[in-house]
Protein backbone atom coordinates (compact mmCIF):
# COMPACT_ATOMS: atom_id res chain seq x y z
CA UNK A 1 0.00 0.00 0.00
CA UNK A 2 2.78 2.55 0.72
CA UNK A 3 3.99 2.54 -3.14
CA UNK A 4 0.90 4.47 -3.62
CA UNK A 5 2.57 7.20 -1.36
CA UNK A 6 5.15 7.84 -4.47
CA UNK A 7 2.60 7.84 -6.66
CA UNK A 8 0.68 10.80 -4.72
CA UNK A 9 3.82 12.53 -4.78
CA UNK A 10 4.23 12.98 -8.55
CA UNK A 11 0.57 14.15 -8.44
CA UNK A 12 1.49 16.39 -5.93
CA UNK A 13 4.41 17.51 -7.98
CA UNK A 14 1.91 18.98 -10.98
CA UNK A 15 0.55 20.79 -8.58
CA UNK A 16 3.54 22.22 -7.30
CA UNK A 17 4.62 22.60 -11.49
CA UNK A 18 1.50 25.00 -12.26
CA UNK A 19 2.22 27.09 -9.47
CA UNK A 20 5.55 27.58 -10.34
CA UNK A 21 4.49 28.40 -14.27
CA UNK A 22 6.01 24.84 -15.32
CA UNK A 23 3.08 23.50 -17.60
CA UNK A 24 5.30 20.82 -19.37
CA UNK A 25 6.63 19.59 -15.58
CA UNK A 26 3.08 19.47 -14.73
CA UNK A 27 2.24 16.97 -17.93
CA UNK A 28 5.24 15.05 -16.93
CA UNK A 29 4.84 14.63 -13.45
CA UNK A 30 1.19 14.11 -13.78
CA UNK A 31 1.48 11.73 -17.01
CA UNK A 32 4.51 9.62 -14.74
CA UNK A 33 1.88 9.46 -11.92
CA UNK A 34 -0.70 7.98 -13.81
CA UNK A 35 1.42 5.16 -15.56
CA UNK A 36 2.65 4.27 -11.65
CA UNK A 37 -1.08 4.68 -10.08
CA UNK A 38 -2.21 1.84 -12.98
CA UNK A 39 0.45 -0.47 -12.29
CA UNK A 40 0.01 0.12 -8.50
CA UNK A 41 -3.36 0.18 -8.42
CA UNK A 42 -3.98 -3.35 -10.76
CA UNK A 43 -1.42 -5.20 -8.51
CA UNK A 44 -2.61 -4.04 -4.95
CA UNK A 45 -6.46 -4.59 -5.60
CA UNK A 46 -6.12 -7.76 -6.88
CA UNK A 47 -4.39 -8.84 -3.53
CA UNK A 48 -7.41 -6.69 -2.00
CA UNK A 49 -9.73 -9.25 -3.99
CA UNK A 50 -7.60 -12.01 -2.46
CA UNK A 51 -7.98 -11.31 0.79
CA UNK A 52 -11.29 -10.25 0.92
CA UNK A 53 -11.91 -13.89 -0.09
CA UNK A 54 -10.47 -15.42 2.52
CA UNK A 55 -12.70 -15.57 5.78
CA UNK A 56 -9.28 -16.15 8.01
CA UNK A 57 -7.79 -12.87 7.32
CA UNK A 58 -9.36 -9.40 6.94
CA UNK A 59 -8.31 -5.87 5.05
CA UNK A 60 -5.81 -3.05 7.37
CA UNK A 61 -6.85 0.59 7.54
CA UNK A 62 -3.64 0.76 5.11
CA UNK A 63 -6.48 -0.19 2.69
CA UNK A 64 -7.31 3.61 2.58
CA UNK A 65 -4.62 4.57 0.53
CA UNK A 66 -6.77 3.36 -2.12
CA UNK A 67 -8.60 6.89 -2.17
CA UNK A 68 -5.58 9.03 -1.94
CA UNK A 69 -4.56 8.54 -5.71
CA UNK A 70 -7.43 9.11 -7.66
CA UNK A 71 -8.57 12.50 -5.78
CA UNK A 72 -5.03 13.87 -5.44
CA UNK A 73 -4.84 13.40 -9.78
CA UNK A 74 -8.06 15.11 -9.68
CA UNK A 75 -6.49 18.41 -7.73
CA UNK A 76 -3.07 18.14 -9.89
CA UNK A 77 -5.17 17.88 -13.53
CA UNK A 78 -7.64 20.71 -12.02
CA UNK A 79 -5.05 22.39 -11.60
CA UNK A 80 -3.58 21.65 -14.90
CA UNK A 81 -6.89 22.83 -16.57
CA UNK A 82 -6.91 26.05 -14.71
CA UNK A 83 -4.13 27.29 -16.06
CA UNK A 84 -4.66 25.94 -19.62
CA UNK A 85 -7.60 27.86 -19.39
CA UNK A 86 -6.14 31.32 -17.76
CA UNK A 87 -3.97 31.45 -21.35
CA UNK A 88 -6.82 30.71 -23.33
CA UNK A 89 -6.32 27.02 -23.96
CA UNK A 90 -9.03 24.48 -24.22
CA UNK A 91 -8.75 21.34 -22.97
CA UNK A 92 -11.20 18.67 -21.00
CA UNK A 93 -11.73 18.40 -17.34
CA UNK A 94 -13.56 15.05 -18.29
CA UNK A 95 -10.27 13.84 -17.59
CA UNK A 96 -10.59 14.80 -13.74
CA UNK A 97 -14.06 13.65 -13.55
CA UNK A 98 -12.66 10.15 -14.16
CA UNK A 99 -10.57 10.03 -11.34
CA UNK A 100 -13.12 11.77 -9.31
CA UNK A 101 -15.64 8.98 -10.03
CA UNK A 102 -12.69 6.12 -9.36
CA UNK A 103 -12.54 7.62 -5.97
CA UNK A 104 -16.46 7.82 -5.25
CA UNK A 105 -16.24 3.76 -6.24
CA UNK A 106 -13.26 3.17 -4.26
CA UNK A 107 -15.22 5.27 -1.21
CA UNK A 108 -18.03 3.00 -1.61
CA UNK A 109 -16.01 -0.24 -1.50
CA UNK A 110 -14.19 0.82 1.45
CA UNK A 111 -17.45 1.74 2.94
CA UNK A 112 -18.98 -1.79 2.33
CA UNK A 113 -15.96 -3.04 3.85
CA UNK A 114 -16.63 -0.98 7.31
CA UNK A 115 -18.06 -3.65 9.44
CA UNK A 116 -13.92 -5.54 8.96
CA UNK A 117 -12.60 -2.43 10.03
CA UNK A 118 -14.61 -1.60 13.18
CA UNK A 119 -13.34 -4.98 13.88
CA UNK A 120 -10.12 -4.65 14.70
CA UNK A 121 -8.58 -3.51 17.66
CA UNK A 122 -7.27 0.26 17.30
CA UNK A 123 -3.51 0.68 16.54
CA UNK A 124 -0.71 3.28 15.11
CA UNK A 125 -2.03 2.17 11.14
CA UNK A 126 -5.20 4.06 12.08
CA UNK A 127 -3.20 7.26 10.60
CA UNK A 128 -2.59 5.08 7.23
CA UNK A 129 -7.15 6.08 7.05
CA UNK A 130 -6.62 10.23 7.80
CA UNK A 131 -4.57 11.82 4.99
CA UNK A 132 -6.57 9.37 2.29
CA UNK A 133 -9.89 10.35 3.95
CA UNK A 134 -8.66 14.19 3.89
CA UNK A 135 -7.38 14.61 0.26
CA UNK A 136 -10.65 12.29 -0.85
CA UNK A 137 -12.50 15.19 0.92
CA UNK A 138 -10.84 18.13 -0.82
CA UNK A 139 -11.45 16.26 -4.14
CA UNK A 140 -15.13 15.85 -3.27
CA UNK A 141 -15.18 20.00 -2.43
CA UNK A 142 -13.07 20.65 -5.66
CA UNK A 143 -15.52 18.42 -7.78
CA UNK A 144 -18.84 20.49 -5.70
CA UNK A 145 -17.48 23.89 -6.86
CA UNK A 146 -16.94 23.03 -10.35
CA UNK A 147 -20.03 21.15 -10.62
CA UNK A 148 -22.10 24.05 -8.84
CA UNK A 149 -25.10 21.21 -7.91
CA UNK A 150 -26.51 20.92 -4.46
CA UNK A 151 -26.46 17.37 -4.52
CA UNK A 152 -22.78 17.09 -4.66
CA UNK A 153 -21.90 20.32 -2.44
CA UNK A 154 -24.24 18.04 0.40
CA UNK A 155 -21.51 14.94 -0.08
CA UNK A 156 -19.02 17.13 0.03
CA UNK A 157 -19.89 18.39 3.33
CA UNK A 158 -20.50 15.15 4.11
CA UNK A 159 -17.20 13.85 3.41
CA UNK A 160 -15.61 16.85 5.11
CA UNK A 161 -17.39 16.34 8.46
CA UNK A 162 -16.36 12.37 8.12
CA UNK A 163 -12.91 12.92 7.75
CA UNK A 164 -12.76 15.78 10.51
CA UNK A 165 -13.97 12.85 12.80
CA UNK A 166 -11.83 10.53 11.75
CA UNK A 167 -9.20 12.42 12.16
CA UNK A 168 -10.37 13.97 16.12
CA UNK A 169 -11.07 9.88 16.57
CA UNK A 170 -7.90 8.68 16.00
CA UNK A 171 -5.60 11.31 17.22
CA UNK A 172 -7.79 10.66 20.49
CA UNK A 173 -7.13 7.30 20.81
CA UNK A 174 -3.52 7.70 20.00
CA UNK A 175 -3.40 9.82 23.07
CA UNK A 176 -4.81 7.33 25.23
CA UNK A 177 -2.74 4.78 23.88
CA UNK A 178 0.36 6.54 24.98
CA UNK A 179 -0.82 7.29 28.18
CA UNK A 180 -1.69 3.96 29.45
CA UNK A 181 1.45 2.96 27.54
CA UNK A 182 -0.41 0.46 24.81
CA UNK A 183 1.06 2.86 22.25
CA UNK A 184 3.63 2.56 20.23
CA UNK A 185 4.75 -0.81 22.38
CA UNK A 186 1.06 -2.15 21.51
CA UNK A 187 0.92 -6.20 20.94
CA UNK A 188 -0.67 -5.91 17.56
CA UNK A 189 2.17 -3.03 16.61
CA UNK A 190 4.72 -5.91 18.19
CA UNK A 191 3.39 -8.57 16.29
CA UNK A 192 3.30 -6.69 12.77
CA UNK A 193 6.82 -5.82 13.33
CA UNK A 194 8.48 -9.23 14.08
CA UNK A 195 6.17 -10.29 11.61
CA UNK A 196 8.41 -8.52 8.69
CA UNK A 197 11.83 -8.43 10.34
CA UNK A 198 11.32 -12.42 11.16
CA UNK A 199 12.50 -14.97 8.56
CA UNK A 200 9.57 -17.30 10.40
CA UNK A 201 7.11 -16.15 12.60
CA UNK A 202 7.28 -17.04 16.33
CA UNK A 203 5.19 -14.60 17.77
CA UNK A 204 1.53 -15.04 17.66
CA UNK A 205 -1.09 -12.08 18.40
CA UNK A 206 -2.53 -14.95 21.25
CA UNK A 207 0.88 -14.66 22.80
CA UNK A 208 1.02 -11.31 23.90
CA UNK A 209 -3.01 -11.50 25.14
CA UNK A 210 -2.03 -14.44 27.15
CA UNK A 211 0.96 -12.93 28.51
CA UNK A 212 -0.74 -9.59 29.45
CA UNK A 213 -4.26 -9.76 30.06
CA UNK A 214 -3.88 -5.90 31.60
CA UNK A 215 -3.39 -2.41 30.59
CA UNK A 216 -0.80 -0.28 30.56
CA UNK A 217 3.15 -1.06 31.45
CA UNK A 218 1.89 -4.63 32.62
CA UNK A 219 0.60 -5.33 28.88
CA UNK A 220 4.00 -3.70 27.82
CA UNK A 221 6.88 -5.34 30.23
CA UNK A 222 4.52 -8.63 29.35
CA UNK A 223 4.64 -8.26 25.61
CA UNK A 224 9.09 -7.61 26.41
CA UNK A 225 9.03 -10.77 27.74
CA UNK A 226 7.65 -12.64 25.57
CA UNK A 227 9.80 -11.41 22.81
CA UNK A 228 13.20 -11.93 25.22
CA UNK A 229 11.62 -15.36 25.38
CA UNK A 230 11.25 -16.21 21.92
CA UNK A 231 14.78 -14.27 21.28
CA UNK A 232 16.64 -17.06 23.47
CA UNK A 233 15.19 -19.74 21.40
CA UNK A 234 15.74 -17.79 18.17
CA UNK A 235 19.17 -16.26 18.58
CA UNK A 236 20.95 -13.70 21.05
CA UNK A 237 18.55 -10.81 21.70
CA UNK A 238 21.22 -7.96 19.99
CA UNK A 239 20.31 -9.66 17.08
CA UNK A 240 16.94 -8.82 17.33
CA UNK A 241 15.94 -5.37 14.64
CA UNK A 242 15.02 -3.22 17.68
Same mark, same amino acid.
Given at each position: ?50 ? /??? %? ?14 ? @? ?5 ? %? ?40 ? @? ?33 ? /? ?71 ? %? ?14
Amino acid at each position: MLYFMAVIGFFLLARLAVEAELLEGAYFCFSVGVLFWLQVFTTLFQQLSAV /LSL %KSERPTLTTFLFLAPP @AAALLGW %KAIFEFEAAAGRDISINVGRFFFYVDVFMFLLLARLFPQFSQ @ARFNVGAWAAVFPLSTAATAFVSFAHFVGDAFWWV /LATGMLVLATFATLFVVILTVRGIVLGELPASPDSLTLYYKFHWDEYPVQPSDFAAAAPRGGRARRWAARQVV %KEVASASGPVDALPV
